[in-house]
């Protein structure tokens, strides 16, 4: 039974909910539940797009149980029992095969923000911060942190953010590329969702080969990324959804994909 991460369907938008009140942090508990629920959104048919988002209003996710810290001052225990699983787990919700979108609905610090970080879009309440303020504890973000912050908003803002640990607000996250919307207070989740709507309706063999050669392209370079876009062009033209769509600009009628 799962109570810290749990996730919810409807018209093929799935809304993974952190809820270890009262501000969402992640233990190694949440960490293995959030685990158990990326591992059934990647593989349900009906799941065509993912909202994550924090229960209650005063936090996102405010990072990790500084308590749990205590236990884990053992190097080779730290890494072993909360850094490798944390990656894993963060890794599985970037490399997830369908479009992501973090609501930032209260505070998100620390692994809170670095979690923002491993979703496609992110949208804000227009009241709340983001930042990684690791340092100011005497560690830096470990669960991937360093490597996607910079290719958000580039390598001397990113290194200020982490060096600095102060955090930004929602505009000022907007301004450098760091968040995808700002939303009027207390409305993230709902602008998240409407978004999720529109994504959802499209075309998801397309959505699926967006997100593949796009990441690829990221890390094994420009070259490397569209030579595997030109492999997927054959997927899509295989497709049922190509059909559906081309089918509907014709009949001058919007399409109904069946994301085949």
């Known amino acids: 039974m799962r109570d810290l991460v749990n996730w919810t369907l409807e018209n093929g938008v799935a809304t993974l909910v952190l809820n270890n009140p009262p501000v969402n942090v992640v233990t190694l508990r949440l960490t293995r539940e959030l685990g158990e629920c990326l591992s059934e959104l990647a593989v349900d048919p009906a799941v065509r797009v993912v909202v994550v988002t924090g229960a209650g209003s005063k936090a996102f996710c ?22 490798v699983k944390e990656n894993l787990v963060y890794d599985a919700l970037d490399n997830l095969p369908k479009p992501t979108i973090a609501a930032i609905n209260g505070l998100a610090l620390g692994g809170g923000a670095e979690l923002a970080l491993c979703c496609d879009l992110r949208v804000m309440d227009e009241g709340t911060r983001i930042g990684f303020p690791e340092c100011k504890l005497g560690v830096f973000p470990g669960s991937g942190g360093t490597q996607r912050l910079p290719r958000l908003i580039g390598e001397s803002l990113a290194k200020e953010l982490m060096y600095t640990g102060d955090p930004i607000d929602a505009q000022r996250a907007y301004q450098v590329g760091l968040i995808n919307r700002v939303a009027s207070s207390g409305q993230a989740l709902a602008v998240a969702h409407e978004l999720a709507a529109t994504i959802a309706q499209r075309a998801g063999v397309a959505l699926e080969c967006i997100k593949q050669a796009v990441d690829y392209g990221l890390v094994a370079g420009q070259a490397a990324g569209q030579s595997l876009a030109l492999q997927l062009t054959g997927r899509v033209f295989g497709s049922e959804d190509i059909r559906e769509g081309v089918n509907a600009f014709m009949e001058k009628r919007p399409p109904k994909f069946g994301h085949r």
């Not at 405010?62 to 850094?83: H, Q, R, T, W």
């Open 62 to 83: 405010a990072g990790s149980d500084i308590k749990e810290f205590v236990e884990l001052m053992d190097p080779a225990l730290a890494i072993d029992k909360k850094m």
